[in-house]
């Protein structure tokens, strides 16, 4: 059964902003990666790989929730990926207020079954999630 992707251009709009603030940020390139890597983009400074990251655009601000939600297969992924090469994971989320960031390769995040429960769009918005302590998240421009 083929399944509905619900990324929007807009959403794919916002992601790119971020990845533009982090190259600034960070002194990197972000390469944009193909779905079958799972995180969205591999970070690079004069050719050399840095660091993996997922991009999450929030349309509330950091302090409404005290955790970020992330899918335990994305979390795994992550790990993976990390393990694999080396080389750091982190989240990045933009917020209303702030853009924060955590290294995935933690392994003390709380787990629950979560994800999209208020307005579930199909059976998949229900599934095994980790619990990132927005406090435990950096500031970017900190």
């Known amino acids: 059964m083929k399944y509905k992707q619900w990324e929007s251009s807009g959403d794919r709009r916002n992601e790119s902003d971020v990845a533009r603030a982090l190259e600034s940020r960070w002194d990197c390139r972000l390469h944009k990666l193909p779905k079958q890597y799972r995180m969205d983009y591999f970070a690079t400074r004069g050719g050399v790989g840095l660091a993996f990251i997922e991009v999450k655009c929030r349309t509330h601000s950091s302090t409404r929730y005290k955790t970020l939600m992330l899918s335990l297969a ?8 990390g393990q694999a090469t080396g080389l750091p ?3 990045v989320s933009r917020y209303t207020d702030a853009t924060k960031f955590v290294s995935l390769m ?6 629950s079954m979560g994800g999209r429960t208020a307005t579930s769009r199909d059976e998949r918005d229900l599934e095994p999630i980790i619990q990132i302590p927005t406090e435990r998240m950096s500031d970017l421009y900190e």
């Open 74 to 81: 994305k979390y795994m992924a992550a790990k993976t990926m």
């Open 89 to 91: 994971v982190f989240l």
């Open 106 to 111: 933690q392994d003390d995040f709380p787990m």
